[in-house]
């Protein structure tokens, strides 16, 4: 079984900043990629930036220049360092993985969820 548990949400004022976590535990023989996907109220779950395990990244327009993405491949850890927030970002943000639970078994994993409000 594998588990992936977001941090960090909450309540920021436009402008302001957050930093998510996202630890993956359980049966996990390497990650391809960590990334993290948002969905607001009505809207259908969008890609916002992932990152591969040599640390190539990927960002959505929509956040380029004002989120970065990093890892810590030995913590199995993703993070997400949003700055400039605006009330447009306010979404439940999910964490997701890809990753190989044996060497030829691979699956991808998502987070409960963590809310993210930009609001003043």
């Known amino acids: 079984q594998v588990q992936l548990v977001e941090s960090g949400g909450g309540l920021v004022q436009p402008g302001g900043s957050l930093r998510l976590s996202c630890v993956a535990s359980?049966?996990?023989?390497?990650?391809?990629?960590m990334g993290w996907y948002r969905q607001a109220p009505g809207k259908q779950r969008e890609l916002v930036a992932t990152?591969?395990?040599?640390?190539?990244?990927n960002f959505a327009d929509s956040v380029k220049g004002r989120f970065t993405i990093s890892r810590e491949n030995a913590k199995n850890t993703v993070y997400l360092q949003m700055n400039s927030l605006k009330p447009e970002d306010t979404a439940v943000y999910y964490c997701?993985?890809?990753?190989?639970?044996?060497?030829?078994?691979?699956?991808?994993?998502w987070g409960q969820g963590t809310q993210v409000t930009v609001s003043s």
């Open positions: 990152i591969t395990s040599g640390g190539s990244t």
């Open positions: 997701n993985s890809r990753l190989y639970t044996t060497p030829n078994e691979w699956d991808d994993y």
């Open positions: 359980g049966s996990i023989f390497s990650i391809v990629v």
